[in-house]
Each structure stands twice: as C-alpha cells, then as structure tokens.
C-alpha cells in the first residue's frame, strides 16, 4: 500500500481533558534550597505547568510541525506481529543522486529530533552531498502503532525501518541514530548489513575496554569521559531499571498524570543536554507528543523491558557489523568512552570530534551532526559512493 499523507491534528476533546487535568494537578512539597539534588525543582514544574495551562498554544506548534515536517503513514508488517500503522517524515532532495537516509530516534525522542536535521540534510549544493531523509517514527512512540503483544524487541524494529525503507523504494540506503536508534541501527547494520543498509553512523559512542587495556594509557579527557558515565550509572540510571522491569507499573502514572509525565520526561532534557538553551514552549512540545501519542506514553517504556530484561540489553550482541561506521563524539553525552573502545564497534572509518553537545546531537547541535555526516559520504569521504549509483550531487 502507498504511504498516506499525514497532519498532526489532536482533537478538541483531548485537548480539554489535558486542561482539565492540568487544572486539578496536585504538586509536592520541597526541601529548602535542594536545587537538582533531589530531581527537578519545584519552581521548574510550577512554571512548565502554569504555561502549558494558560499561554502554551498547541494549535500553533501542531501546525508549524505540519508545515515544516512532510509526514506520513504507511502498514508496514513484521515478522510475528502482523501490520503496523507506522508514522515517519519523508523529505526528499530537489538531487536526483541523493542518497536515502533513514534516520531513528530514541527516548525520550520521537520523530520531532529530526526536526532541525531535515532541512539540512536535504540541501542541495555543489559543496556537500545531499540526502532523501525518513524519520521514523520507532512502533509505540508518537504517532506509529505499538505492538499489541510482547516480544517486539530491537530485531523487530530493525526490520520495521529497513521495511519502510523497501516500501518507499530504496532498496539501498544509508542509517543515523542515537540512543535506542544506535542500537536499532546497529541491529539494521548487522542483519540487513551490505544487502540494503550501506553503511551507519552513530553519535552514541560505546564501547567495552579492549584486551589488555590500562587506565594509564588513556589520555586526560578521556579519563573525564569515563568518569562522567561513571557518575551517571551511580546518580541518574535509575529510570532504567524502572521501565526495564516494571513499565506497565510506572504506565498508569505517567498516562493518567501529564504533570508526571512532564516532570519524567523534562528530567531527562534538562540533565541529559549540554546546557542546551531549552525554551519552555520547545519542552511542552516534545512533551506534547508523548502526551496525545497513539499508544499512550507507555508505549514507549515497553522498549527497554524487552531489550534489556528479555532482549540483548543496551550494547546489543553478537558480531560488530562490516559495513562502514561513522561516529560523531559530543563530550557532554551520558556515556563518553575512549576511541579504543568505541573503535569495537564495528568498520569505524571516520570519527567527528566536537568541544560540546550531549545526548540530543540531532536537535542541540544540529549542524555539527549534519557535517560530520557530509564529511563521512561527500567527495574523499570514508563512505563516498557505498550506495551504487547515488552520490549525493
């Protein structure tokens, strides 16, 4: 079936209900002068919800995503589950030569990470190639279908992105990802690897230590990068081993409180970015969508049960892909491991290295991410030409 256009549009009586909801939220108490120490301050939630109450305009953020984002929907079928309703962009380059890229969110993302990226990507210019993007949108995050039973792991999504490739007609193609979309598109690289994905990058660098490592060969900054994941396992990896063992538990919270859901979700924005300039009307977006989302917020818990208690956990498993590799290194990132690690990671044939940015590459650092990716396929790229016949100009 052919993909079906798309316009983001929530209706009214949902948009009454979150009012409504928010109207009655009750909010705790908080220790004197406890800043972060705690988790997100008081004044930060009292703010967000006072705004997305009175002032924050849905109607207006839906339309600009419907205006900038060309988006669609399309069945696309996976072994073991039957069909799928999938929501993604699709932006096409003016470049007949271009070259297809499927790019795949993670969490607490949604297709709104590529918003910044697209434009880029699909530049035309003599000075850079040019790329036919899809974002997808992962099955139970924002508006895509969520599986209805157990067993959807990170195989599954896999092959719901390298279907949608195939369906929009490009058998040969070339993946981005952070986060889960690192590991998604690993899997991509490994299984659907040389036939239909060409090569991948990635801007979520891991990595275990290589045979024989030492801590005394490992430079001062990457030192500093080790012990920033450190920090982070001990003070803020908790959320993980809640939606790996109890998502449906911590499910009812976030789908029938959105101030939950929002003090969740803000969290991970807040901490995660690298002193990213966060507007209050970008955070009640992104929340937004996870809010009036088709599967509901749980949906998209559900990944890191199956992956990590039942699946192949974070780092995946078996052999590093052989297709080409590209890593974009942010310091600010929760895990930051030395190049000799990461170079484990499978055919790393071109490194990016940049002085900021964390987590959310994609939308804090827009430009440094799209370059590298230029870089890694343009003229005297690592990776130029790996998708025969599509140069990017």
Partial sequence: MAETPYKISIPDALLERLHKKLELSTLPDELENSGWDYGVPLADIQRLVARWTNGYDWRHHEALLNTELPQFTRPISVDGHGTLAIHYVHQRSEVVGAIPLLFVHGWPGSFLEARKIVPLLTQKSVDHPSFHVVALGLPGFGFSEGASKS?????????????????????????????????????????????????????????????????????????????????????????????????????????????????????????????????????????????????????????????????????????????????????NDLVVVPKSWSRKLGNVVFDGDHDGGGHFAAYEKPVELVDDIRRMFGRNGPAFGVVPGLSGY
């Fill in 151 to 331: 067993g959807f792991n990170i195989a599954q999504h896999a092959e719901i992105g390298n279907n949608l490739m195939l369906a929009l007609g490009y058998n040969e193609y070339v993946a981005q990802g952070g986060d889960w979309g690192h590991v998604i598109t690993r899997k991509i690289a490994q299984v659907y690897g040389g036939k239909h994905c060409k090569a991948w990058h990635t801007n979520t660098v891991m990595g275990d230590p290589p045979e024989g490592f030492a801590l005394d060969t490992l430079t001062d900054k990457e030192k500093e990068g080790l012990a920033r994941a450190e920090v982070f396992f001990k003070t803020g990896g908790a959320y993980v081993q809640q939606q790996a063992t109890q998502p449906q538990t911590l499910g009812y919270a976030l789908a029938d409180s959105p101030v939950g859901l929002l003090a969740w979700i803000y969290d991970r924005l807040a901490t995660w970015a690298d002193n990213y300039p966060w507007d209050d009307d970008e955070v009640l977006t992104w929340i937004s969508i996870y809010w009036f989302s088709r599967a509901g917020p749980i949906g998209s818990l559900r990944i890191y049960f199956e992956a990590i208690s039942r699946g192949d956990g974070l780092a995946g498993s078996g052999a590093p892909p052989e297709i080409p590799l590209g890593l974009s290194h942010f310091p």
